[in-house]
């Protein structure tokens, strides 16, 4: 049983391993490092220089702790060197679980050659043909780049040059307030950078809940984030110096740096898709349930999908699109597939979003009889003894069933306690159980349950 897989981010890796872990002879793909976009340029890297911004912003209220302190300057050579070490070391950590499970991994540019066939450009020069009863497909996705701005421009990033930290700007120009934008945002303006976010929709965080991205922008612009929101970049210039970014608007914004962060796109150009009969959806590859292509024995998985985006979901994928080609070479059905219903979100700015599930306006526009309970973190002993007592916990249910629908929490550790719902959610409980379990005291999960309590009451259970 052969299985290749081609990509070797999180969705490429988990589905590496978990072919692996089935009794696959499995062989990796990868042109790069190992861990892919989250890894090498997305998620941790932006999490480990989140963490050194949180630093200077809390030290900014030392004194309300009653405490003196301050820092002095960032030292961008430090704060880089300790992300790359974080990074160097997760990316060893998946080389070792490679090698303990025995995934022979190829490093160099693949290209799927048929159905059973990919092409490898190996680093070192040579080529190889590797064939194999199935094929993953985990390519992942690649920064999505506006027409109408010259990235080759000096003083243009984006994300990838943003995570290399080359300097602190003293100013800098956001383009898109999505999640990538504003982690940028709060790191920068933590750094002591100015910084300016233009947003096309009226509201930050587009698709999140109006309640939740208020506060999220209130919190951002005490941060000193200014916003445009509703217009939109359409010129960039280098005027000697400094970067001329002209809105829709007629605003005039001056800055060192202009970023892009407007998204990314599914990464399948040039890699022969199309030619060996893989039916796309513009630039994704398209899937079943099951994330079988239309070519008998090739799945794809994770951004190159295109849909949900975040690397947890890339991760299940791979395991689910690795479980099924197993199960399909052994002559079973596949059957695994991912609940997509009970994800959860994260934005790690300060304060942080978790959100899973639905929101009430969402859930009555499907015709769902909704209500929503509200718990604050202000009356949270937890949160206030942290200094952190801004925020809520939103929970959304069914009336008459206690149905779980969605959560929207803003506050401290959001990202981390959003899992106490999105683990409800799966397993199809009520708000009246998360209400009748006991949560230690204080934590600010007990929010949760002031939440839920509240729900249970209003759905009638
Ligand atoms: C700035 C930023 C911050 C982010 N933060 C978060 C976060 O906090 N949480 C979260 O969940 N998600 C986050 N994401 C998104 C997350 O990184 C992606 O969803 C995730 O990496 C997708 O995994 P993947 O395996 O599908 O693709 P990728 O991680 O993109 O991996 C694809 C791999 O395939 C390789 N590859 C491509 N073409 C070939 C080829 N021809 N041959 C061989 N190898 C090839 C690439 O080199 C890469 O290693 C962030 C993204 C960015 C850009």
Known sequence: MRITVLGGGPGGYAAAFEAARLGAEVTLVEKERLGGTCLNW???????????????????????????????????????????????????????TAKRLKVRVVHGAGYLAGPKT?????????????????????TGSVVFKLPNIDHSLEGVW?????????????????????????????????????VTVVELVEQVLPGNDKRVVKLVQAKLEELGVQFFLGDAVETVERVDDRMVATLHSGTVLESDIVMSAVGRKPNSEGLGFSEAGIEMDRAAVKVDAFFRTNVGGVYAIGDLIGGMIPAHVAEDEGIAGARNAVAEIRGEEPAMTVRYDCVPACVYTFPEVGVVGTSRDSAKERGIDAVQAVAKFA??????????????????????????????????????????????????????????????????????KFAAQDAAAKCGV
């Open 42 to 96: 997305g998620c941790i890297p932006t999490k480990t220089i989140l963490r050194s911004a949180r630093i200077v912003a809390d030290t900014r209220q030392a004194e309300e702790f009653g405490l003196q302190a301050t820092v002095a300057s960032v030292d961008v050579d430090r704060l880089r060197a300790r992300k790359e070490s974080v990074v160097d070391e997760l990316v060893s950590q998946v080389e070792s």
């Open 379 to 448: 009356a949270n002993g937890k949160a206030l003894g942290e200094g952190e007592s801004d925020g809520f916990v939103q929970i959304v249910a069914e009336k008459g069933t206690g149905r779980i629908l969605g959560c929207q929490i803003v506050g401290p550790h959001a990202v981390e306690i959003i899992h106490e719902v999105a683990i409800a959610m799966h397993h199809r409980m009520t708000v009246a159980e998360i209400a009748h379990a006991v949560h230690a005291h204080p934590t600010v999960s007990e929010v949760i």
């Open 118 to 138: 990919v092409d490898v450009y190996c680093h070192d020069g040579s080529e190889e043909k590797i064939e194999s009863d199935a094929i993953i497909l985990a």
């Open 158 to 194: 984006t994300s990838d040059d943003a995570v290399a930290i080359p300097e602190i700007p003293k100013n800098i120009v956001i383009i898109g307030g999505g999640v990538i934008g504003l982690e940028f945002a709060c790191a920068y303006a933590a750094f002591g950078s100015r």
